[in-house]
T-cell receptor, first 113, second 114 residues
Framework: AQSVAQPEDQVNVAEGNPLTVKCTYSVSGNPYLFWYVQYPNRGLQFLLKYITGDNLVKGSYGFEAEFNKSQTSFHLKKPSALVSDSALYFCAVNSYNTDKLIFGTGTRLQVFP | DAGVIQSPRHEVTEMGQEVTLRCKPISGHNSLFWYRQTMMRGLELLIYFNNNVPIDDSGMPEDRFSAKMPNASFSTLKIQPSEPRDSAVYFC????????????FGQGTRLTVV
């Protein structure tokens, strides 16, 4: 069975500093990995995904994520955080031929001015 | 396209009443998902459909929950009878229906059962 773990309930970072939100996964077969963001009282919005190819993928709002097969990780990163990045971030995984997107528990990112 | 449309946005009902949540997926999308979000359990996949057929309903918590997709443009999630522990935000999402494409979420329905 596929699963995703987000080990941190909350990440705090000062504006202008780099941020990392961690995600590890477990699937049989090749993983398809996604990051979503949720702002208060809104649905989830897609940020980026890794399917194949370059391990570093770039997405919306300056976010990027690095796929590491040996560590089964897909950490979300941004070089310089903004206060407006404060939100709930979800990692999700799918695998070949399932179309069943499974989400982690979410990590609340708080960026302080 | 207006995106995934859910109704109602908010629902307050009394314990024991029937509740029906509605979803209109993005036109042309073949897969539809129902998720439930709570503080305790995060985002849980309840059921998903592909080409209007339920593929996996293993996340449906109990028989009080049922979901239908009578056509490609409409789905319902019904709870009968409702209980206070069903209080949550329920999201509908749709995708083009392949394992490599992202899902698009609706705004959610906030359900409160008193």
């Amino acid at each position: 069975a596929q699963s995703v773990a987000q080990p941190e309930d909350q990440v705090n970072v000062a504006e202008g500093n780099p941020l990392t939100v961690k995600c590890t996964y477990s699937v049989s077969g090749n993983p398809y990995l996604f990051w979503y963001v949720q702002y208060p009282n809104r649905g989830l919005q897609f940020l980026l995904k890794y399917i194949t190819g370059d391990n570093l993928v770039k997405g919306s709002y300056g976010f990027e994520a690095e796929f590491n097969k040996s560590q089964t990780s897909f950490h979300l990163k941004k070089p310089s955080a903004l206060v407006s990045d404060s939100a709930l971030y979800f990692c999700a995984v799918n695998s070949y031929n399932t179309d069943k997107l499974i989400f982690g528990t979410g990590t609340r990112l708080q960026v302080f001015p | 396209d207006a995106g995934v449309i859910q109704s109602p946005r908010h629902e307050v009902t009394e314990m024991g009443q029937e509740v029906t949540l509605r979803c209109k997926p993005i036109s042309g999308h073949n897969s539809l998902f129902w998720y439930r979000q709570t503080m305790m359990r995060g985002l849980e996949l309840l059921i998903y459909f592909n080409n209007n057929v339920p593929i996996d309903d293993s996340g449906m918590p109990e028989d009080r929950f049922s979901a239908k997709m009578p056509n490609a443009s409409f789905s319902t999630l019904k709870i009968q009878p409702s209980e206070p522990r069903d209080s949550a935000v329920y999201f509908c999402a749709s995708s083009p229906g392949t394992d490599t494409t992202e899902a698009f979420f609706g705004q959610g329905t906030r359900l409160t059962v008193v």
